[in-house]
């Protein structure tokens, strides 16, 4: 047989061997049935690759030979790395394959469920099975749909729920400015009597006796060392005691927050009754604990030696400021130790009492806190005790009391007539010391009430002011705390806020940082910001690491739910959770079995044409042929 007979018995045989194999030219394997009207011979016989590059003889389509620089002639092999293999997936929706993957003798069902990518002695390894994954495909969409809607509607709840407490605010915050001008126009004039009552009573002193001054001096130049020592003392203890009340309040807080109500323990339940009383008349003193519950050991010396600089400076001047802040200090100690006894109290009952049978992690904590509690207390005490000591502290309390005496012998003797005899001119034109302390007390209780209502009204106008997000979405959840119990940390993120992680074992808390406002989104947002992510910033550092931060990406959701928390980067996390706040409107719902494959029978306009090569170049066989 000849070069050129052998040749075209070769031909043949690729020729009906790719009508079998591959289909004829409408049925040709691999082929999107979009793009069937391209896969027809034009009037030369040929096929014209679909960048227009080359123009091959048909029969060379899925003959395992790569002709086109787009692969285009092997939709239904892997002989072009830069093909695709059309999957019809009937009963499911259709796919498209990397051609690398063709016939592998891997079933690529997460593409092709019909198992259509491998043919010939691997089509019997793949069965079709489009039926079963397109039910379970439909089957999870719809459920996802479903639980989409839900959190469509609580969505839409929120937003009116928002909507209403924006009034409400706003309201409450005109109402309170409006209260807060009038307090300030009281406190003016309240200040403006004060300060023409002192200046009277400084006139009056400059005229009064100089041997009384000289025995006012004498007294201070005796006895006030004495007192700032005192003071100072009393500091250290009340820097102690206000630390370890705030330990204490954390403990019950803890306790309160994340305990198991359904264990129904009668021991937790009256501890927290008892702490509910003490929180209701003092909400104030929980508030401050929190405040400096992230605080580490130099950032709380450092402010505790910011307290004491700025006490010195106006306590330590003369022996009537050393004492009144003496007066202030043995008051608050006295409150603080009231405090410590109760809240020790309903924390060492609980501990005595709690059924150790529910395994309440939060009520072992609590247990554990305690006695962490006691040991560092105790260190406290015995170091205030070295201290006092070391002043001698019952020789101060000595010279402390005689330095009141002197002093209040001295004042009253300022308050009697003088020897000329003027106690009517006094009352007429004089200013006595009850004119000037109900003077002085109703400035400084207006200027309480004033600092406190300042307060309120500087915190509703912040939350007004805050990017609350669209349609204010997070308003009625602003402050509100979302906590997962992962095993080994309790990771707690606040909306809005702050989030934290603590240790189940050691119950160490690490800050995780401050609410940082949202994403950022890369287009198709004017803001440019991401709402369904919330960051959080300038937590604790970590050891030999930046501080830490966390990330909260929220997915739709009726339901809000910290889902998981990862740490993808050192000391940087990631929080996945749910909540109506990433909800939008509902997605197309996916097209039935039977509306895709009537959508692929559709004929197309487009095959009333078939492209022709731009430069005509008709490649008539392979050359190894």
């Given amino acids: 047989m000849t070069f050129i007979q052998r040749a075209m018995t070769l031909g043949l045989l690729v020729y009906f061997s790719n009508a079998v194999a591959y289909g004829t030219s409408s049925q040709l394997r691999g082929v999107d049935p979009s793009l069937s009207f391209r896969y027809k011979p034009n009037s030369a016989g040929n096929f014209v690759c679909l960048d227009g590059t080359k123009e091959i003889p048909f029969d060379r389509i899925n003959d395992d030979y790569c002709d086109c620089s787009d692969g285009s002639d092997e939709p239904g092999t892997s002989a072009c790395n830069n093909g695709s293999f059309y999957c019809a997936n009937k009963g499911h929706t259709p796919g498209r394959l990397s051609s690398t993957r063709v016939n592998d003798g891997v079933c690529d069902y997460d593409v092709c469920c019909d198992g259509s990518d491998e043919w010939g002695p691997n089509a019997a390894q793949c069965p079709d099975k489009c039926a079963e994954i397109g039910a379970a495909y439909r089957a999870q969409t719809e459920a996802e749909a479903k639980a989409h809607?839900?959190?469509?509607?609580?969505?839409?709840?929120?937003v009116d729920a928002a909507r209403q407490m924006r009034i409400s605010k706003q309201a409450e915050l005109e109402s309170k400015q409006k209260e807060l001008d009038e307090l300030t126009t009281r406190m003016d004039e309240a200040e403006q009597r004060k300060n023409e009552l002192e200046e009277l009573q400084r006139a009056e002193n400059e005229a009064s006796d100089k041997s009384r001054e000289a025995r006012k001096q004498a007294l201070q130049d005796e006895y006030l060392p004495h007192l700032i020592v005192y003071r100072k003392a009393l500091?250290?203890?009340l820097h102690k005691r206000r630390s370890h009340r705030d330990a204490l309040i954390l403990l019950l807080r803890s306790v309160r927050e994340k305990h198991n109500p359904e264990y129904s323990d009668a021991a937790v339940k009256a501890a927290l009754n008892e702490y509910a009383t003490f929180f209701d008349a003092y909400p104030y003193i929980e508030s401050a604990a929190l405040e400096y519950a992230d605080e580490d050991e130099k950032a709380r010396t450092e402010r505790q030696l910011q307290m004491d600089r700025e006490n010195e400076a106006h306590d330590d001047l003369s022996i009537e400021a050393c004492n009144e802040a003496i007066g202030i200090f043995e008051n608050e100690r006295e409150t603080l130790t009231d405090d410590i006894d109760m809240l020790f109290g309903l924390l060492d009952k609980l501990r005595a009492n709690y059924d150790r049978n529910y395994h309440d992690l939060a009520i072992k904590a609590a247990d554990v806190g305690l006695g962490e509690y006691e040991q560092v207390r105790d260190r406290d005490l015995a170091a205030i005790s070295e201290h006092n000591i070391a002043i001698d502290i019952d020789a101060v309390r000595v010279r402390v009391a005689e330095a009141q005496k002197k002093h209040e012998e001295l004042v009253a003797s300022d308050s009697q007539p003088d020897a000329g005899g003027s106690e009517?001119?006094?009352?007429?034109?004089?200013?006595?010391a009850e004119q000037l302390s109900q003077a002085r007390t109703a400035f400084w209780d207006l200027q309480s009430a004033k600092g406190k209502l300042s307060g309120e009204v500087s915190n509703l106008s912040d939350l007004l002011e805050k990017d609350l997000g669209p349609e204010d979405v997070f308003l009625p959840?602003?402050?509100?705390?979302?906590?997962?119990?992962?095993?080994?940390?309790?990771?707690?993120?606040?909306?809005?806020?702050?989030?934290?992680q603590v240790g189940n074992k050691d119950s160490v808390r690490q800050g995780l940082g401050s609410f940082d406002g949202f994403g950022t989104l890369s287009s198709g947002n004017e803001s440019g910001k991401d709402y369904t992510a919330m960051k959080f910033t300038g937590g604790t550092k970590c050891w030999n690491g930046p501080q830490r931060s966390i990330t909260a990406k929220f997915e739709c959701a009726e339901d809000i739910k910290v889902i998981s928390v990862s740490e993808p980067e050192k000391c940087e996390y990631l929080a996945k959770m749910t909540g109506p706040f990433a909800c939008s409107p509902l997605p197309p719902t996916p097209p039935s079995p039977e509306a895709i494959e009537g959508a692929e029978k559709a004929p197309s306009a487009e095959e009333e044409e078939t492209p022709q090569s731009k430069d005509n170049v008709v490649d008539h066989g392979h050359d190894e042929l």
């Fill in 235 to 237: 500091a250290l203890e």
């Fill in 149 to 158: 809607e839900l959190g469509i509607r609580k969505r839409v709840q929120i």
């Fill in 424 to 432: 009517k001119k006094e009352k007429e034109e004089g200013v006595s």
């Fill in 477 to 500: 959840y602003s402050g509100e705390c979302f906590s997962l119990d992962n095993g080994e940390y309790t990771y707690e993120l606040c909306l809005l806020d702050r989030a934290s």
